[in-house]
């Protein structure tokens, strides 16, 4: 594990610090936990705008396909297969 230093704006500290106590956790493993939630939004927002495949969501979240399909549910994020996109491949197929 790297150790890194940044600044904080006080709206973030205040959030993590509101994590800590809720979950009786320290506020290094509060902001690990708030960064890696943000982390899986970005890749969920990023796979649902068709920015990222889902085996590459997967590889960024260091999770298998089946975690990743889980968290992407658990987002709200359906998929990005379009009616369209099904259509097209279909005529890419021999007759």
Do not use: C, H, W
């Not at 979950?23 to 982390?39: A, D, H, N, P, Q």
């Not at 590889?59 to 097209?88: P, Q, Y």
């Amino acid at each position: 594990m790297k150790v890194q230093s940044i600044r904080i704006p006080d709206e973030i500290d205040r959030a993590i610090e509101y994590v800590a106590r809720s979950e009786k956790i320290e506020k290094t493993s509060s902001l690990r936990k708030l960064t890696r939630m943000g982390f899986e939004m970005y890749v969920a927002k990023s796979y649902e705008k068709g920015k990222i495949s889902l085996r590459e969501a997967a590889k960024l979240l260091n999770l298998t396909l089946s975690e990743t399909i889980d968290l992407l549910m658990e987002t709200g994020v359906k998929g990005n297969i379009r009616a369209k996109d099904v259509m097209d491949s279909l005529k890419t197929l021999p007759s």
